[in-house]
């Protein structure tokens, strides 16, 4: 299932994007480590609810995931192959785990 998004920056710049409901996202703790310190010091409120879900899970030994809880797309702003953008349409964030960058979400929509 795929909803229209349109988001802003905390820059201020406005893009629409097509993105893809993601059930299931598994990592690897070597790759949530690189993906933690690239993101270092972000004071993005996404990165603050998937770190504290992501260090649970690891610290509990469960295989961590990001279930159900975001769309995923190419982003569209480094031009990424691999989708790397995540939408939390409940919280009305979104935030790239490729560049880094975030913001919010300005508006919903279903793509027909
Ligand atoms: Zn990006």
Known sequence: MKKKFKLITDGGEEFTVEAEKVDKRAFTLKRWKSIKSRLKGSKHPFMADIVKRTDD????????????????????????????????????????????????????????
Do not use: Q
Not at 61 to 90: E, F, Q, W
């Open 57 to 112: 899970a690891f610290a509990k030994g469960i295989n961590p995931t990001i279930n159900a809880i975001g769309y995923k797309v190419c982003c569209p702003l480094h031009g990424g192959k691999i989708p790397s953008l995540m939408v939390r349409a409940d919280l009305g964030i979104w935030l790239c785990f490729s560049c880094g960058k975030g913001g919010k979400v300005v508006h919903e929509g279903v793509v027909k």
